[in-house]
């Protein structure tokens, strides 16, 4: 059997610190991609600059673009211009690993998982004074079976996924496009009982900047995970207190990273 062909969609609004760094890990794996869809989503900086200045090096890239505002519109219009038979999805801050690719494609060539719909993966972050303890504590969780091995998850990380293109067809029409929730929580792949695996291998570096979100802001991201579990009807009293524990250790990390500078990532 033939493996899959891979697309990976890269939505991106005004991400000129990143989006080259993202590139710069992924091209070198075009041997295992199909294509790859920028999505501009109304950058107002370099970063479609950026971007067109990789394209005559590599015909594989394309740079597309999405006026209504919001990523999941970004994350539609890649998907569904992708001709590939899995589609991957990145943030602009992602950093695959070399093995990314291949380890997307190897794992839907098998023959065990048909009823697999979609995969996602683990991270640590680049540029942090806390990467060391991340990869410490994602390494320990790992070995404790609640991280990675394949385990079933109910929901999909934007910055580092893969789906089917025949469950994204399925689901389409059923995702949610509005700003207030998470687009990635938002699909409803598990509605389907589609099962979503998290595997070790699938690894990427990513940003530390959402730890700079002031807690008074980040409480509308916490706000948006409440409404996006509501409308699937799996806000529980445990998912509730789970929302309001991420808080206060968002709290805790915005003070121990303000030395941080995105800039410099």
Known sequence: MSAPTLSVVIPVHNEEHYIGKCL????????????????????????????????????????LEESRPGVAFARNRGFDRATGDILGRLDADSRAYHSWARTVRDFFVRNDNPSV?????????????????KGWYTRKMVERGNFGGNRAIDNLHGANMAVRRSVWDAVRADTSTE??????LALTIRERDIKILQLTDLMVDISPRRALTPPREFTKYIESGTKTFSMHGKLTPGIEKALKVHWRFHALLYVLHRPYDPALG
């Open 24 to 63: 710069d890990a992924l091209l070198p794996q075009e041997a295992d991609l199909h294509e790859i869809l920028v999505v501009d989503n109304n950058s107002t900086d370099r970063t479609a600059d950026i971007v067109r200045s990789y394209l005559p090096a590599h015909p594989k890239l394309q740079l």
């Open 179 to 184: 700003k207030d929730v998470h687009e990635d």
């Open 117 to 133: 719909g979609a995969i996602s993966g683990l991270n640590n972050s680049y540029d942090s004074p806390f990467r060391t303890l």
